[in-house]
């Protein structure tokens, strides 16, 4: 295995995008969509439209120009994909030497890390790489995933996700919790969360959870959608 596969946590964090083109717009609103700070955008053109609103809430800061080292300054993760080559290279060797995280779109080569095929359903999140031997191939067992796995596991994970913390606060011993997600995981429970049958999911959870947290599974079950 050539690269270490890792989830990366971007609450707090500033990210670099060079080069607002086609693909650096895809860049652009899959760093948005996991939470950073800030997503600082440099590209010659002016600003869209679909920026303003973000760049007026400081989400994002946009700066019409050229890219120049400063611009790194205070970056956690770079991804450049300016139509230049030597920019590119240029910006992936300021970034090692900053030890900055720095992805160049379709040359791995140059990055230090490279960004896989991603299937999600809400917390979910499936990654795919070929280690950059063949995009296409990964682009394409991404789209046999999603036969698989459905909108259901995004419904499922949702009530799990306020499940889970009121199990845990129960202070069970972890034995005893493992082996109640275990048992919830390998039940009809996600068949019947995809066949909306909230009445069996109702009756399943009452089966697996103690009694004392009965009195929240209806407002939690109501809220799937």
């Known amino acids: 295995m050539r690269y270490y596969p890792i989830l990366l946590d971007l ?12 693909v650096g717009r895809r860049k652009i609103q899959t760093l948005l969509s996991c939470g950073p700070a800030l997503v600082r955008i440099i590209d010659p053109k002016q600003p869209d439209q679909c920026w303003q609103e973000l760049i007026d809430l400081g989400i994002v800061e946009y700066a019409s120009r050229s890219f120049v080292p400063k611009d790194l300054d205070g970056c956690f993760l770079v991804i450049a994909c300016t ?18 995280l720095c992805n160049i779109v379709d040359q791995p080569e140059k990055c230090s890390f490279i960004l896989p095929a991603l299937h999600t359903q809400g917390d ?33 994970l949702s009530l799990m996700r306020q499940l889970r913390p009121l199990v845990l ?28 049958d909230r009445a ?26």
């Open 124 to 156: 979910l999140t499936i990654a795919v790489s070929t280690s950059g031997s063949s995009p296409a191939l990964a682009k394409k067992i991404r789209q046999d995933l999603g036969t698989c796995f459905g909108p259901e596991y995004g419904r499922y």
């Open 11 to 22: 609450h707090g964090k500033t990210c670099l995008v060079v080069g607002a083109g086609h």
């Open 200 to 225: 069996q999911v109702l009756i399943l959870l009452k089966d697996f959870l103690p009694q004392s947290l009965h009195t929240r599974l209806e407002d939690l079950i109501h809220e799937l959608d």
């Open 83 to 100: 139509d230049h080559e030597s920019q590119n290279w240029r910006i992936s060797r300021l970034c090692a030497e900053r030890g900055i």
């Open 169 to 196: 606060g129960l202070g069970r011993p972890t034995e005893e919790n493992s082996e109640l997600f275990r048992k919830m995981t390998e039940s009809a429970l996600l068949h019947a969360v995809q066949a909306d």
